[in-house]
């Protein structure tokens, strides 16, 4: 019966019922939109809302997502001093030691990361990642009108977010795979202007493309940052596939879509 | 008894008694050193790292604080585009409706936040700190080394951070309070140099200091942050109080110094 084993009895306070309530729609949404889909990526601020109960309606959408074959991408934009940083990395992808024995984290595959505070605050990020074959999208051009404030500011010769974008570049042999590295980017859709250029930019990461759908972004602008291959790019529509009124369809027409960018993107290169 | 109502009992899992022993050890530490604070400043990612018993250990350590007459920040550094980040404010200062009621969020006085994507980004905080007459600081200049990275590039006529500042001085008005804003900045303390111009293009906020003691900052070269007044600054010390052999003394070590910076600051001004 799905909701066995969760630990709280309907009737309980509201936080409790809210994240039964949570849960059960995750799993749901994973079961109808899951087979068009690479990964889950929960946005953890609508989880820690909830304290507690939250958290484990997050860990449970996490197993749901496991069990269904789906990667998970914690996106909580988490972003600190390095001795912080060391410990968010052991919460989302790595474990905590105890002196009562290793406390298993999030298990993420991956998670998006600020790297605001410079290269010396992702470094535990990467080296946890590393340890656990894990990957880290970092926000270089971020999908809401604001992103301009700061990003799109000149620095001497070129927008402030392209010298985020070397910095991602230069520790990206951290995370090197084959052909690819795990130290990816968080590239905004809105603006898909931006994107040939990021491409060039990072030639060696993994582009999560936010935006699409409910924020106004187009599948079809993206073909740029499939540049590096079919497997160089996630398109994420969470909020369109999750509030459709048929997600599985959802989820299904953004698959294709996208499959024919990334084909089309590779034809070309 | 401390620990009562708790719902862990000794014996349980690591995460559990972990849960448990932070819980206690927060609450011991509130009661020894708190006499000399004006708050407390939890970590949250070294709670989040143990799940949802982590959460219970910082709601309860949370419950001690205020319970000693002291204000709570929460240290969680979030930064998100604008939906996300307005679940991030009804988690740390607001409240979650839900179809069984309001979820109450952890009810912090202020929290830290990351500026990095925006003024829009920022803007669901500074709203619902307002409701809540709460307060936020927003990273301006941290305290890592790597915050020379980006935060201290030229954009063309100033270092990045100065950028940031600008706009935290623009958004100020939304926590307006008599004098001063609750719309603050965290000025890392390792680079005291850059504090007098910072003051200077925040003449409202509050500043939140870290890095004094632990990472090398010291409490007499920050008199400039207080030039708007000895309410104008928080100096945190979490580590150096924390992991003292006698926290109670190390605490009102610091308090007696920085007041005395604070006067000296005043008597200037």
Redesign the interface.
Not at 114 to 121: E, H
Not at 153 to 156: A, F, K, L, T, Y
């Given at each position: 019966m799905a909701g066995a084993g969760f630990p709280y009895a309907p009737g309980a306070?509201?936080?409790k019922?809210?994240g039964e309530?949570i849960a059960l729609w995750c799993e749901h949404l994973v079961g109808l939109a899951g087979p068009a889909c690479v990964a889950v990526k929960p946005?953890l601020?609508?989880f820690?809302?909830?304290?507690?109960?939250?958290?484990?309606a997050l860990?449970r959408t996490v197993a749901a997502a496991r069990s269904a074959g789906l990667l998970v991408i914690a996106?909580g934009?988490?972003?600190?001093?390095?001795?912080?940083?060391a410990?968010?990395a052991?919460?989302l992808i790595g474990s905590?030691p105890?002196?009562?024995?290793?406390?298993p984290?999030?298990g993420a595959d991956a998670a998006t990361v600020?790297?605001?505070?410079?290269?010396?605050?992702l470094a535990p990020l990467v080296d946890t990642a590393a340890e656990r074959g894990a990957g880290l999208f970092v926000?270089v051009r971020?999908?809401?009108?604001?992103?301009?404030?700061?990003?799109d500011?000149?620095?001497?010769s070129a927008p402030?977010y392209e010298?985020?974008a070397a910095?991602v570049d230069r520790l990206a042999p951290g995370l090197a795979g084959d052909g690819l590295s795990g130290l990816g980017a968080v590239v905004g859709t809105t603006e898909p202007g931006h994107i040939a250029r990021l491409r060039e930019l990072m030639p060696r990461s993994v582009f999560l493309l936010?935006g699409v759908g409910a924020q106004g972004g187009k599948a079809e602008a993206l073909g740029d940052a499939f540049a590096a291959g079919p497997a160089s790019a996630i398109v994420t529509a969470s909020?369109s596939v999750a509030g459709a009124s048929d997600p599985a369809a959802a989820a299904e027409g953004l698959r294709a879509q996208v499959w024919d960018v990334a084909c089309r993107a590779e034809s070309t290169a």
């Open positions: 306070d509201p936080a019922r809210a309530a946005q601020a609508c820690e809302r909830l304290g507690a109960p939250g958290w484990w860990e996106d934009k988490r972003g600190d001093v390095p001795v912080s940083a410990a968010y052991q919460g905590t105890t002196p009562w024995g290793d406390v984290g999030l600020s790297g605001f505070l410079g290269a010396d605050s926000l971020t999908s809401n009108p604001g992103a301009a404030d700061l990003l500011q000149p620095s001497p402030f010298r985020v910095m936010p909020r």
